[in-house]
């Protein structure tokens, strides 16, 4: 099946810095990339979807120039987390689709803490 | 936007016992995907549904995609202590783009060995 992965798959930091999470499409070209942010005991949240090439797309709410995606190539895209605060911790995971499949296939997650 | 209902939210189960849990929309869509989801990972897809009507049998699971196109469930029968974890369904509507999915609230089964 279609592989995705994610690192890192844990992170701490510190309020105020900024972290760059990675999600990866290991067997297939993932024309389609989402991220996703999970609360705990609550379903998942889609917070953008990516395009290989393009801009990305943001949900109500996400705001932009705080969680920067960038999704340059058809296997890798990366959100990055800028100006991190406690309330950002998370768990963050990406999911990896191509016009060849109408399932979207998961990363592992990542869980953010910020101290 | 589309909203998923799912339910039950939670069951606590004896281990053997069968499951059904099921999810239903407003409005109509044209795949139901099933995951599952173990704690601190990523969902992992069980069950995916193309056409109304399809049953799909996964070993112990199985899930229908309701005629309606409004709503699908899934089965696990003869549960054991590895099927913990959160079952989400999915859907993905007419004119969603690019794969984008709707997704329930979850299932949270837990299993008494």
């Known amino acids: 099946g279609a592989v995705v992965s994610q690192h890192p798959s844990w992170v701490i930091c510190k309020s105020g810095t900024s972290v760059k999470i990675e999600c990866r499409s290991l067997?297939?070209?993932?024309?389609?990339m989402f991220w996703y942010r999970q609360f705990p005991k609550q379903s998942l949240m889609l917070m953008a979807t990516?395009?290989?090439?393009?801009?990305?797309?943001?949900e109500q709410g996400v705001e932009k120039d705080k969680f920067l995606i960038n999704h340059a190539s058809l296997t890798l895209s990366t959100l990055t987390v800028t100006s991190a605060h406690p309330e950002d911790s998370s768990f963050y995971i990406c999911?990896?689709?191509?016009?060849?499949?109408?399932?979207?296939?998961f990363g592992p997650g990542t869980r953010l803490t910020v101290l | 936007g589309q909203q998923l209902n799912q339910s039950p939210q939670s069951m606590f189960i004896q281990e053997g016992e069968d499951v059904s849990m099921n999810c239903t929309s407003s409005?109509?869509?044209?795949?139901w995907l099933w995951y599952k989801q173990d704690p601190g990972e990523g969902p992992v897809l069980l069950i995916a549904?193309?056409?109304?009507?399809e049953l799909t049998s996964n070993g112990r699971l199985t899930a229908q995609f309701g005629i309606t196109r409004k709503d699908s469930f899934l089965n696990i029968s003869a549960s054991i202590p590895s099927d913990v974890g959160i079952y989400f369904c999915?859907?993905?509507?007419?004119?969603?783009?690019?794969?984008?999915?709707?997704f329930g609230g979850g299932t949270r089964l837990m299993v008494k060995p």
């Open positions: 990516s395009n290989e090439g393009s801009k990305a797309t943001y």
């Open positions: 999911s990896a689709s191509s016009s060849g499949y109408n399932e979207q296939f």
């Open positions: 067997d297939f070209q993932a024309t389609t």
């Open positions: 999915a859907g993905r509507a007419p004119g969603d783009a690019g794969n984008m999915l709707t």
């Open positions: 549904l193309y056409k109304a009507g």
């Open positions: 409005s109509i869509f044209n795949t």
